[in-house]
Every structure is written in C-alpha cells, then in structure tokens.
Antibody, heavy 120, light 110 residues
Framework: QLQLQESGPGLVKPSETLSLTCTVS??????????WGWIRQPPGKGLEWIGN???????YYSPSLKSRVTLSIDTSKNQFSLTLTSVTAADTAVYYC????????????WGQGTLVTVSS | QSVLTQPPSVSAAPGQKVTISCTGS????????ASWYQHLPGTAPKLLIY???QRPSGIPDRFSGSRSGTSATLGIIGLQAGDEADYYC???????????FGGGTKVTVL
C-alpha cells in the first residue's frame, strides 16, 4: 500500500523559509504515471493547491505562490520537497503531500498532513 | 475567493439525500475531469469521486458524481452520521496551468 509522510519543522519564524519533505513508501516516485503534489489548508479555510512535480523535475506552481515556491524531487531517496520563502502568518497551515495521476487531475493518495505555524 | 464555487453548507436528516454543486468555467470543470474529496478534521482528505463520476475501490455507491457543462455535482444518498465532513471538488485549470479546489461544503446530518 502506498504511503506518504510529511516531515519538517512545525514552527517557522516570519520572513524565513519553510521546508518540508514528503517520503513515499510502497511505490516508486520515479513512475511516469504520476505527479507528486503539495496542498495546504490554513486554519478555518479550504484546501489550496501549491504545486506539482514530475519525476523528471517538471514543475507546476500556484500563480499566487509561484514567486516564493520551489518543488524538488530526489528519486534516489523516493522523496520530494517543498520550499516556501519569506513566510508570513498567512502561510500557517496544515501541509499535505499527495500523489496525482499524470493523465487525470485527482489526488488519490495523501499524507496525513503536518501543521506548520509561522510565528516569532 | 476559490476558482470553483461550492455552497458553504448543506444538511439533511439521516437516510435522506444531499447534493453539492461545484461551479467553474470552460477552462477547468468544463474542460477537465472533476474529482471530489471527503475531509474529516485531523485526517487526510479522501478521494470519493474521480473523472466526474467514477468511484475508487472501497467507496460505497451511496456516493455519486456527475458533470454538466461547467458544473459538477456530488450526491450522497442514505445519509449517515459518519458522512458529516467537509467536501471539496477539484480539477485542473488549463488557462491557469494550476490545480484548483472549491471552497468546500460542510455536510451536516440533522
């Protein structure tokens, strides 16, 4: 069974950089059948798509976050990562990593999510 | 402001039916397949419907999906207490080159 697990600091100071990693087990991140994505949910708000990355490192980013977001992938470790720079309190959210089919738009497997709080 | 529009809440008695609409445009729901997710607090979102009307293995047939034009709809029949959750639609927006979600709909079982 495929599993995804987010990891990273739970507290980040304003203006600093948020970095999270998603470790995939039970399947290969190098498959050409899937994208790997990040989605977040601020407290009391809905889901917000952050970006997708393919095993070849092709990326797609949310237009509203594009200037601050970078996704990367490490096929040797079966991991992909999110970096968000210049964070503010508005970036406080539960961050999820998920798998998306290459040929369709649905996210079929999700991590449990990790809460990241931006505060001094 | 979400690209996809959902009603904030719907409610019905146990055993009854609810429908949730997801209204988009020709660059998202009208062009690409929609999916639906059930989200319970403190858990990962669960895929309920993909490709507008397909259920993943293990999802009961009480859940159904459809699409007409630029709107998608999720239906839940035989409502149960365990169905109380937030429900989100999602798809790809070809013009934005971005994933998009609806704002979410809270289902309450009266």
């Amino acid at each position: 069974q495929l599993q995804l697990q987010e990891s990273g600091p739970g507290l980040v100071k304003p203006s600093e950089t948020l970095s999270l990693t998603c470790t995939v087990s039970g399947g290969s991140i190098s498959s050409s059948s899937y994208y790997w994505g990040w989605i977040r949910q601020p407290p009391g708000k809905g889901l917000e798509w952050i970006g997708n990355i393919f095993y070849s490192a092709t990326t797609y980013y949310s237009p509203s976050l594009k200037s601050r977001v970078t996704l990367s992938i490490d096929t040797s470790k079966n991991q992909f990562s999110l970096t968000l720079t210049s964070v503010t309190a508005a970036d406080t959210a539960v961050y999820y990593c998920a798998r998306r089919l290459y040929s369709s738009a649905q996210f079929d497997f999700w991590g449990q999510g990790t809460l990241v709080t931006v505060s001094s | 402001q979400s690209v996809l529009t959902q009603p904030p809440s719907v409610s019905a008695a146990p055993g009854q039916k609810v429908t949730i609409s997801c209204t988009g445009s020709n660059s998202n729901v009208g062009k690409n397949n929609a999916s639906w997710y059930q989200h319970l607090p403190g858990t990962a979102p669960k895929l309920l419907i993909y490709d507008n009307n397909q259920r993943p293995s293990g999802i009961p047939d009480r859940f159904s999906g459809s699409r007409s034009g630029t709107s998608a709809t999720l239906g839940i029949i035989g409502l149960q207490a365990g169905d109380e959750a937030d429900y989100y639609c999602g798809t790809w927006d070809t013009s934005l080159r971005a994933g998009v979600f609806g704002g979410g709909t809270k289902v309450t079982v009266l």
